[in-house]
């Protein structure tokens, strides 16, 4: 069933550029004005700033809705002249006049501003004009810089400080007109209409979800928010590692089964009742998806019933699946070699913990909490022990809890559901800056690239800017 996967991992970068698409997209544009200025909105902060109000040489930047920015700050020049041959006659030409763009831009440590100078030039024979056209700008009518941008996301979604009062957010808002304007809450987010799973190939993913709280009383059902993570490091695979958000209103069982249309492979999550119909349903194409469960969650059941009534039986079993943890000495070896190791150790001390389980089933009250946690993993054994057979799967879903911990930290924070708008932006902008997490050392430095990039790139080429592809990521890094 998992045949074709060489030729799906060759095509990586080709089938996941959707989920970049939709990632990157909204995030790229999250601190977008939430109006485009109105032209009186413009003259006024014109006025504001005490500047004249100049006709706009681009139809697409209006220089009206900047203001000069401070001049205390350091400043560097970028120049886009053209050439010095007049396009009509050949002749040399002469600079007649200049126009300049301020953007105020954050390199770690501190703020410049990056002055685009654009001389205009005439031509001494035929008085043709010439001038080059202003770069793209991450944000059209704003005056940040991709290095800002990126900071701000940083400080919002590795450093859950709300993006409205970071010190580097209130700072740009004292020195730019249009910063007040930056908030997250307008872009809308550009769906794809595949699913995302068809476009990232994996043979095995993590899954999690999350709650979301609602902001205001009487939104309904609390929100969610899915976690989908491959990641082969632990057996040295191949594909980098990848993250992928996707938000829900509600945590009904169609919501995992629609994001996880056309995905083959295993699955490894909790025992969230909603799965099962992804491993058992008949109707699907193609039809495979294999349940692989997580002994973390099982232990965790003994454990609390350890701490609250210090049963021997929980206590044996929890030292029990604790000797399984033979497990960490087979990281970074290959899939055969683990599969080595959990046959020749684990499988016998599995085979003896089922036959404790039952026997100590047989002498306890069938409605205690301590029969409930056995029965909870002796009917799901064939999905614990899976991975004794198979060198790719992992003992436990931590690397899906993992991925959900940034979001319990942005609940305390900022993270709520205002709206199923707000869910998806938070997802796609969680989906970009926790893949980027995976795969390089600096995060930010990877979002500046591509905030400073994607305006102006092929939309049919967007797989060039994945951590991977973009040439900033670090060597495959083993999990932690
Ligand atoms: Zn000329």
Not at 403 to 422: C, E, V
Request: proline share 8%; glycine share 6%.
């Amino acid at each position: 069933m998992r045949s074709g996967l060489v030729g799906q991992r060759t095509a990586v970068g080709n089938q996941i550029r959707g989920f970049f698409l939709s990632a990157a997209s909204p995030c790229a544009k999250e601190l977008e004005t939430e109006t485009p200025p109105a032209a009186s909105e413009a003259t006024a902060a014109q006025a504001e700033a005490g500047t004249t109000l100049e006709q706009p040489s681009s139809p697409q930047l209006p220089k009206s809705a900047r203001r000069a920015l401070p001049a205390h700050l350091p400043a560097r020049d970028v120049v886009h002249a053209p050439s010095c041959a007049c396009p009509v006659c050949g002749r040399e030409m002469r600079k007649v006049s200049e126009d300049v763009t301020e953007i105020l831009d954050y390199i770690p440590g501190h703020f410049e501003v990056v002055r685009h100078v654009r001389p205009a030039f005439s031509c001494r024979r035929c008085e043709s004009m010439a001038q080059s056209h202003m770069p793209s700008l991450p944000i059209e009518r704003g005056q940040a810089g991709a290095g800002l941008l990126a900071h701000i996301l940083v400080s919002k979604y590795c450093d859950h400080v709300r993006s409205t009062t970071s010190p580097a957010f209130t700072r740009a808002k004292a020195w730019s007109s249009t910063a007040p304007r930056w908030r997250p809450g307008s872009a809308k987010s550009r769906r794809s209409p595949r699913p995302w799973s068809k476009r990232l190939p994996a043979e095995k993913l993590h899954v999690d979800d999350a709650p979301v709280p609602v902001w205001a009383p009487g939104m309904g059902k609390t929100k969610r928010l899915w976690v989908y993570l491959r990641d082969e490091r632990p057996f040295g695979g191949r594909a980098p590692p990848a993250v992928v958000y996707r938000y829900s209103p509600d945590r009904k069982a169609e919501h995992p089964r629609a994001q996880l249309a056309h995905f083959d492979g295993f699955l490894q999550a909790d025992g969230y009742s909603g799965f099962g119909p992804l491993y058992q349903a008949a109707d699907r194409q193609p039809p495979s998806v294999t349940e692989v469960t997580c002994w973390a969650h099982v232990r965790r059941y003994f454990y609390d019933i350890h701490v609250t009534t210090n049963a021997p039986i929980a206590g044996e079993a929890l030292q029990r699946i604790g000797n399984l943890y033979v497990e960490r000495t087979a990281i970074k070896l290959s899939p055969e070699q683990r599969q080595r190791i959990r046959q020749s150790v684990a499988r016998p001390l599995i085979d003896d913990l089922a036959t404790f389980l039952d026997a100590s089933l047989a002498m306890i009250s069938g409605r205690s909490e301590l029969a409930k946690a056995i029965r909870y993993a002796r009917s799901r054994w064939a999905a614990l022990t899976r991975y004794l057979d198979d060198g790719t799967l992992e003992i436990s879903n931590n690397a899906a809890e993992r991925a959900i911990r940034p979001l319990a930290l942005g609940r305390k924070n900022y993270l709520f559901a205002g709206s199923d708008a707000g869910g998806e932006r938070a997802a796609a902008a969680y989906t970009l800056i926790e893949t980027a997490k995976l795969n390089s050392p600096d995060p930010q430095a990877y979002l500046r690239e591509v905030i400073d990039r994607i305006a102006d790139h092929p939309i049919n080429r967007v797989a060039e800017l994945l951590p991977w592809n973009i040439g900033l990521a670090s060597p495959i890094r083993a999990a932690a």
